[in-house]
């Protein structure tokens, strides 16, 4: 065996949690106590918005540096107007410093044309320490049936092609379960299931922060139940339970009640320990 | 007929909505905008604390007479420090009124013994309309499957005799399944269930406020799991999906995730017209 082949096959090497595009794009500075400046990324956007998962990874962050403690246990975000690319500043307001959970509020503020600052997304947090957990787990919960990694589909088998694929496509390496993709064909399930394999294209492994935008980074169940519209999430809350094993995700989203304009989004995150590491459920408008 | 004996016999005509122990008990005094005073009620204790559900309503009722819109939407309650009976003062944030949500935070507030003011609870909501919704419904939830209320247990039937109904109990009708109070007898079926009919035992009809209320009314899933000892709540997410129907409520309550000394309780709550009302989920401590 000679060196230069492999040099030059090899696949580049995985990012590591703190370099990567994740951690780039979350990137928070303190500028003084409860003041924290952001540059948002164009590369999670959606269309024309910023992934409210991505988002709440950024206040995730600046909680994060606000607080004694570094895991977000349960976090809520209300998304009160459309988050754009850009500079951005984050408010945080400690509520409690206990001794094995800490709680906090926060504001995510942009300028808008005019000059005047409006508030983009409200959160409300308690963070502990993952690692001080016991390790007892009692659970009925199971890991998703699903096919294997490479029986599933990614964006590059997307029949609309590269241009089909929304930027935050590019940031993901997303694989989705045939049976909940009906709907890219024209036949939806109707059952309104989403279920995929999810890592970071880079291959920078899951971590408390990363879960928060993974809980959102699916397509919408709403397409499953043959909606074709946008969903925008009024509120979103994620209970980190576990911090995540390396290696990919699974992510399994349901919707039992679309009703009166409203359904809401149940996701459960499973590691490659086959733990369940997240719950999250939102509330979306059809 | 004679008037005489039916005057006698008849039952106590039920409160109604304003005129009832939860009403009384839930009033907010706005003593300007943005200050609300509450003198919180003995009788919704569980041991020496007050019930997080209880608290939840008042909050939600300071919450209603700060926004523009009459109805919890989705309502977040992060539990900072044990709540006592007595005055309270509630400070209300408004961070976005629009035409048909509007979102705001809120804290509660209690002097301790030292007289320095406490932050007992902090909430973040989003209220809209009820009515202002679409009469559309597609769900696949269905009701939970229990036996008419006479065939399940109400406190009267409690093994411990009127002394081991917390004060709580006093002011419901709960009438718990028999397949999920097993526990009571040393006997719990370990698969984190908990269902019940409920009433507010005055009679009075529910609403969106009781909701917040109703669902955490229940006896921990905990206790279903074996488990002994109190459960106290970090955090508690209600939507209200619909405005109740008159009569009775049916609450069902899962736990799939007991794991590092925390535990998920997703309720769900339908009304009598077999309507799926609300949806909840708490992150308490085992």
Not at 270 to 277: E, K, P, Q
Request: glycine content about 8%; some cysteine; aromatic content about 4%.
């Amino acid at each position: 065996m000679s060196d230069a082949p492999s040099q030059v096959t090899a696949p580049p090497a995985p990012a590591a949690p703190g370099d990567s595009e994740f951690d780039r794009d979350t990137t928070v500075r303190t500028r003084e106590a409860g003041v924290h400046e952001v540059r948002l990324s164009p590369g999670w956007a959606i269309g024309k918005a910023l992934n409210g998962g991505y988002l709440l990874a950024v206040l995730g962050r600046a909680l994060r540096q606000a607080l004694p403690h570094p895991d977000p246990f349960t976090i809520t975000a209300h998304y009160l107007t459309a988050t754009v690319a850009g500079p951005a500043t984050i408010r945080t307001d400690v509520a409690r410093s206990g001794r094995t959970v800490s709680t906090a509020s926060a504001g995510l503020f942009q300028k808008d044309a005019d000059g005047t600052e409006a508030e983009r997304i409200r959160v409300l947090a308690t963070y502990g320490d993952l690692d001080a957990l016991s390790d007892d787990v009692r659970t009925s919960a199971r890991p998703p049936a699903m096919p294997p990694r490479e029986q599933c589909f990614s964006a590059t088998d997307h029949p609309g092609g590269d241009a089909a694929v929304p930027e935050m496509g590019h940031r993901l390496d997303l694989r989705l379960d045939p049976e909940t993709c009906g709907w890219a064909l024209g036949a939806p399930s109707l059952r309104g299931e989403m279920r995929a394999w999810l890592a970071l294209a880079d291959g920078r492994d899951p971590d408390p922060l990363s879960l928060l935008m993974a809980v959102d980074a699916l397509p919408p169940t709403g397409f499953d139940l043959g909606l074709t519209g946008w969903v925008p999430t009024v509120e979103l809350t994620v209970h980190v339970r576990a911090r995540p094993a390396p290696g990919p995700l699974r992510v399994a989203i349901t919707t039992r009640n679309l009703a009166g304009g409203f359904l809401e989004e149940d996701a459960e995150i499973w590691d490659s320990a086959d733990r369940l590491v997240a719950q999250s459920r939102q509330l979306a408008r059809a």
